[in-house]
């Protein structure tokens, strides 16, 4: 089959497949390690603009 296609540069082609592959497994462990992290935070019942107010205060 790729005898048929004898235009097609293949080892650029797999090299392509090969970095899309790794980049989207490395997008999704990240954003997997990013969601544990956001799992883990605890909610502020605050709100962020009152911790910034309190923060600016304290100086």
Known sequence: MMDEMNDVNWQVEIRQSVERIVREKKKQK???????????QI?????????????????
């Open 43 to 59: 909610p502020n019942k605050i709100g962020a603009a009152e911790m910034i107010r309190e923060d600016r205060d304290a100086r």
């Open 30 to 40: 990240l954003l997997a390690e990013a969601k544990e992290l956001w799992e883990d």
